[in-house]
């Protein structure tokens, strides 16, 4: 069992940063590949970045690359997501998840075993 808890949300201006990190449970974290995903006010979660277990591989979402990079620290356990040049569409509540499973097709929702409650990110206009 993988607990996780993101935290580094706010209300930020167009154009601004944010970084987002989600501290996981266990001793086992660098066995999990981790993602980010959001999801806004009435639309589906979307699928933002990963990076498998070791950090060596990431994928972005085609609306986030050259702003956001994912990246994590295995000694602390935690994951991170660097948001730069925010914009009032990247408003969303952003959710790490867990996948315990090869490095696998990680945009997808489904292969992922344990999610965090979610941080809330509003970038105002």
């Known amino acids: 069992q993988v607990q996780l808890v993101e935290s580094g949300g706010g209300l930020v201006q167009a154009g601004g940063s944010l970084r987002l990190s989600c501290a996981a449970s266990?001793?086992?974290?660098?066995?999990?590949?981790m993602g980010w995903f959001r999801q806004a006010p009435g639309k589906e979660r979307d699928f933002v970045a990963a990076?498998?277990?070791?950090?060596?591989?990431?994928v972005y979402a085609d609306f986030v690359k050259g702003r956001f990079t994912i990246s994590r620290d295995n000694a602390k356990n935690t994951v991170y997501l660097q948001m730069n040049s925010l914009k009032p569409e990247d408003t969303a509540v952003y959710y790490c998840?867990?996948?315990?499973?090869?490095?696998?097709?990680?945009?997808?929702?489904?292969?992922?075993?344990?999610w965090g409650q979610g941080t809330q990110v509003t970038v105002s206009s």
């Open positions: 266990g001793r086992t974290f660098n066995m999990y590949a």
């Open positions: 990076i498998n277990g070791i950090g060596t591989n990431t």
């Open positions: 998840a867990a996948d315990r499973g090869a490095w696998s097709t990680p945009t997808l929702r489904d292969r992922y075993d344990y």
